[in-house]
T-cell receptor
């Protein structure tokens, strides 16, 4: 089955700096890659996703890049703010709605 | 936008008892999923629940321990049976497609279970 690895496990950045979280996957059939943000005491919330026919997708301060050849994808958050502090999970699946395989999570702390 | 309501939000239970977690969606969905998130860990799929059929369990999870009901297209329950401290986790329900077809999962807010 699919194996998703996520790095780093913890990340601290100064407010206004950029944060990058990286994930690798093993199954070349995976073609849908969502990112979730989980705040304390809440369920994960989808923040951005990308499909394999696209190399990059951006939504305001958040962007995701995908390298299918290398089987890795990354989340980029620019101009970080304290409210970006949360745990971020990457995931991979063969298609949206199919079983998702989640990374182990990155705890992001934005220092004011 | 569509909403998932999950309850209870948290509970502290005695060893050997059972807890039923409810998940209500405000629109009809075909598939509902139950996940477990152990402290500081990632999300692990327990089972997939389709309306009108038995749930499909992932490796390591069995129906006797985690019975699931799916009586209609907007509701599901997960029971954690004969609990032990190792069952202390966050349990999450989720559905696909609430943000539109092909837009992945939407999660409930979770049930934080502590077994003492």
């Amino acid at each position: 089955g699919e194996n998703v690895e996520q790095h780093p496990s913890t990340l601290s950045v100064q407010e206004g700096d950029s944060a990058v979280i990286k994930c690798t996957y093993s199954d070349s059939a995976s073609n849908y890659f969502p990112w979730y943000k989980q705040e304390l005491g809440k369920g994960p919330q989808l923040i951005i996703d990308i499909r394999s026919n696209v190399g990059e997708k951006k939504d305001q301060r958040i962007a995701v890049t995908l390298n299918k050849t290398a089987k890795h994808f990354s989340l980029h958050i620019t101009e970080t703010q304290p409210e970006d502090s949360a745990v971020y999970f990457c995931a991979a699946s063969v298609r949206p709605g199919n079983q998702f395989y989640f990374g182990t999570g990155t705890s992001l702390t934005v220092i004011p | 936008s569509a909403v998932i309501s999950q309850k209870p939000s948290r509970d502290i239970c005695q060893r050997g008892t059972s807890l039923t977690i409810q998940c209500q969606v405000d629109s009809q969905v075909t598939m509902m999923f139950w996940y477990r998130q152990q402290p500081g860990q990632s999300l692990t799929l327990i089972a997939t629940a389709n309306q009108g059929s038995e749930a499909t369990y992932e490796s390591g999870f069995v129906i006797d321990k985690f019975p699931i009901s799916r009586p209609n297209l907007t509701f599901s329950t997960l029971t954690v049976s004969n609990m032990s401290p190792e069952d202390s986790s966050i349990y999450l329900c989720s559905v696909e497609g609430l943000r539109g077809i092909g837009h992945g999962y939407t999660f409930g807010s979770g049930t934080r279970l502590t077994v003492v």
